[in-house]
């Protein structure tokens, strides 16, 4: 055969190979940082109450030391007056708690702030609460990667 | 020793004509040819299975032309017949090989509880039915059709 389809063949294997191994590269380092999502922390680092004490503002610090960026998508939080074990009454209504979404890229963190309505009737315990400094946030935060999502839980 | 040299750089250049040549010749091209495709055809399956890590341009039809490509590549890069049937056996055997340990290699590398082999069934069932359903299938159809161009233009 011609020395130029003999080249064309062997040009066509080693594009073929790049082609691969690029896409293979990036998908495998998604399918690795995947694997390790578990690295990804939530701090609580602020908790504080409107003026008129119905909506409660709480600071959460997460963390990212994935090599790909992930999104805060949707959270699931309530406080409690104590910390645990939790016995006291919910403060804060866990389905009125918004985060916004929020992508926080590889290897940083950043802070987010998460409002809750705080339940009625217990605006004064609310109060009480965070002026002590006894508030305690636990829930669950809805994280995105790529297509996939997962949850961590907030607080305890 | 330059016959030696020679037969190994005839096997990487001119892998058609070194599929006619002597033993050494021959074994070079089947194994550049072989393994190069099955390392190819594990890695676009892969990117074919696990789709939602996968780059924007990775689609599941250019990973499977991909496969199919490596398959057609086998016989039309080594001429002579009974080489290239071992090629595509050692390209089918090394894409095996490479694909599942593709799937294994993070349990270990990350130190990831496999409950004693029982977490990596699953993964495990995923890489076979892959396997046997789409990268055999794509690979062999690709190098048959070489096969049959090869006959066709005789």
Redesign the interface.
């Given at each position: 055969?011609s020395s130029l389809t003999?080249r064309l063949?062997?040009g066509?294997?080693l594009a073929?190979?790049v082609?691969?191994?690029?896409?293979?590269a990036?998908?495998?380092?998604?399918?690795?940082a995947?694997?390790?999502r578990d690295q990804v922390e939530v701090g609580v680092s602020s908790s504080d109450l409107s003026a008129d004490a119905t909506t409660m503002n709480v600071g959460l610090t997460v963390t990212n030391p994935l090599s790909r960026p992930i999104v805060v998508q949707s959270i699931s939080l309530t406080m409690f007056p104590d910390g645990p074990p939790y016995d006291g009454d919910k403060l804060v209504d866990p389905r009125t708690a918004t985060v916004p979404r929020t992508v926080i890229d590889a290897q940083s963190e950043q802070t987010v702030t998460v409002t809750g309505t705080v339940k009625d009737g217990q605006q004064s315990a609310a109060q009480t609460a965070v002026s002590e400094g006894t508030a305690s946030a636990s829930g669950t935060l809805t994280i995105g990667f790529?297509?996939?999502t997962y949850t961590i839980n907030v607080g305890n | 020793m330059s016959g030696t040299e020679n037969a190994i750089l005839s096997g990487l250049?001119?892998?058609?004509k070194a599929s006619y040549g002597g033993r050494l010749e021959r074994l070079v091209a089947v194994s550049f040819?072989g393994v190069?495709?099955g390392?190819?055809a594990a890695?676009?399956m892969?990117?074919f299975r696990?789709q939602?890590?996968?780059?924007g341009?990775?689609t599941e039809t250019?990973?499977a032309s991909?496969v199919f490509?490596?398959g057609l590549?086998v016989k039309?890069?080594l001429?002579e017949m009974r080489a290239s049937v071992t090629a595509i056996g050692v390209s089918i055997a090394i894409g095996t090989v490479c694909m599942l340990t593709?799937e294994i290699a993070?349990y270990y590398?990350?130190d990831?509880g496999t409950a004693g082999g029982y977490a990596l069934y699953i993964p495990l069932r995923d890489v076979i039915t892959f396997l046997l359903m789409f990268q055999i299938p794509l690979q062999f159809s690709g190098y048959l059709s070489a096969v049959v161009y090869d006959g066709f233009r005789a």
């Open positions: 055969m003999r063949f062997l066509t294997l073929v190979v082609v691969s191994g690029t896409a293979f990036v998908t495998y380092g998604g399918s690795l995947w694997q390790q790529s297509d996939r | 250049t001119r892998p058609r040819v190069l495709t390392l190819t890695m676009a892969y990117v696990i939602d890590f996968a780059p341009w990775g250019l990973m991909l490509l490596s590549l039309l890069l001429g593709f993070p590398i990350l990831i």
